[in-house]
């Protein structure tokens, strides 16, 4: 079986400062990691990947998250908030076996403050 | 080019009812998932299609739950007897197939919300 966990529910930072989400997973086989955002009234959308080749993944938006295997974690950074990046974030595992589920932590809410 | 659509947008219920959800992938995507976004229970998985083929159903919280799909394109979720807990946004993706891609990545529609009186 396969789960994430992210750490607090709301995250509130302001403007111009560093963004750390938090996310620990736990997986019987290596993992596929990813991180969603999603903005109010709309879908998911994709902000980066981990497949198992480097391990610092850089996505959209200025957003980057690192795999630590040691720590079984997929923790998603931006070194300067922006205004729009307000959203909810959600981190999920699926296995490395092709087309799987995906499993969703319970998401975090990022605040920013002007 | 078109993303996934979902239809209706927006779909209000007496308990009950039947209700059928329409998901349109990706042209060329032959893998299409459900997933289910409430309150109470975050994103949880329901179904996946591989073609016209559903091997993973696992995530179907009753057996008034049931979604097919046809020609390898459109599905339609469909919950038998409304409850109020089935109330929540339903959201559909898709993706090629690992062989195709190489990659692995889903396409989620903007979402049905459903709310059940």
């Known amino acids: 079986a396969q789960s994430v966990t992210q750490l607090g529910s709301h995250v509130s930072v302001s403007e111009g400062a560093l963004v750390l989400l938090r996310c620990n997973y736990s997986s019987s086989v290596p993992p596929y990691l990813f991180w969603y955002v999603q903005y109010p009234n709309q879908g998911l959308q994709l902000l980066l990947k981990?497949?198992?080749?480097?391990?610092l993944v850089k996505g959209i938006n200025g957003f980057e998250a690192e795999f630590k295997k040691s720590e079984t974690s997929f923790h998603l950074t931006k070194p300067s908030a922006h205004m729009s990046d307000a959203a909810e974030y959600f981190c999920?595992?699926?296995?490395?076996?092709?087309?799987?589920?995906?499993?969703f932590g319970t998401g975090t809410r990022l605040t920013i403050i002007p | 080019g078109a993303g996934v659509s979902q239809s209706p947008s927006n779909k209000v219920t007496e308990k009950g009812k039947d209700v059928e959800l329409r998901c349109d992938p990706i042209s060329g995507h032959t893998a299409l998932y459900w997933y289910r976004q409430s309150l109470g229970q975050g994103l949880e998985f329901l179904i996946y299609f591989q073609g016209n083929s559903a091997p993973d159903k696992s995530g179907l919280p009753s057996d008034r739950f049931s979604a097919e799909r046809t020609g390898g394109s459109v599905s339609t979720l469909t919950i038998q007897r409304t409850q109020q807990e089935d109330s929540a946004v339903y959201l559909c993706?898709?993706?090629?197939?690992?062989?195709?891609?190489?990659?692995?990545?889903?396409?989620f529609g903007p979402g049905t919300r459903l709310t059940v009186t």
């Open positions: 993706a898709s993706s090629l197939a690992w062989a195709t891609s190489g990659t692995y990545e889903q396409y």
């Open positions: 999920a595992v699926s296995s490395n076996f092709g087309n799987e589920k995906l499993t």
């Open positions: 981990y497949t198992s080749a480097a391990t």
